[in-house]
């Protein structure tokens, strides 16, 4: 239990990011299938708080398919919530924490399919997430108090952390349908990450590699598989006294090609993303944050999209 007396302060230290910022990666399934942006991702939380959230995404934007499937002028509309828990606990002397993210969306992709004015709709599950993380250099595990103490005398400091996320295959899916919510495979995701702490500022660096199963019940009785896509991400920092923190944020993924029924396919993903953030407190435990992400595909196939997200999220002593 967090001392009443010490709430308060700790509202205003840690409450802006006890809700990651994972609503894109809960889109990913329906805009990109690839990576998300999330600053503040390696912050160090105090131990003994629970944290829960919800959130708001809308994400729009031009889609485009293989040329192959003659679909053209496409655009996507989708509107996601997403509901999210954070554990931190303490392994040795070191800081770990357990994510877990359930998002649900209703989708909608219009354009013409062989010339014909064509429209698609899905509402159901996303595939939710679970992610494991742990700290290999930074400050040590530690109550609220002595957190709070221990960043007051170390302005500068360096974080280096670890995690394995995994997306399962529990969205919405069907075999006879080309566009789903779900991918019906699983995704792991090993990600390494350093951040850099100096007074009000800090800047993050990670990288990751997403690693998906086979797919047996691809479309049309067939079966995909898919390579390896690589994704980068760097975040700027920057913390005010009142407690309200802003960032600016930049990503970029290749790879992830596919082959249906072993015959390869020339869909090569590559995506710049970009993003600008603002958090802020709203009451007691509570905090509120405001983001918008650009996503440029590099390549013939994927999307160029724009999403606005809207999380609160709530911190349990």
Known sequence: MIPPNHFGKLRLAYGHFVFPFLLLLALCPIVSNAQDVEPRRWTNLPLGITAVGIGYGYTFGDVYFDPLLQAEDAVVKAHTIITSYVKPFRIGKKLARI??????????????????????????????????????????????KELQEYLAEHTTYTTLGVSLAINLPMGQYSEDKLINLGLNQFVFRPQLGVAHNWGPWSVEWDASVYIYTKNNNFFNDGSKRQNPLAATQAHLIKRFKSGVWASISTGYGIGGTSRVNRLSNDDERSNLLGAA?????????????????????????GANTNSLLLTWSLVIP
């Open 99 to 144: 994510d877990v993210l359930l998002p649900f969306s209703s989708a909608t992709w219009e354009g013409l399919l062989q010339g014909v004015p064509t429209s698609v709709e899905r509402t159901g599950l996303v595939d939710p997430k679970l992610r494991f993380s742990y700290h290999l250099i930074g400050p040590p595990a530690m109550a609220p």
């Open 277 to 301: 953030s603002l958090g802020f407190a709203v009451g007691k435990g509570q905090s509120a944050k405001i983001v918008y992400i650009r996503s440029q595909t590099l390549k013939d196939i």
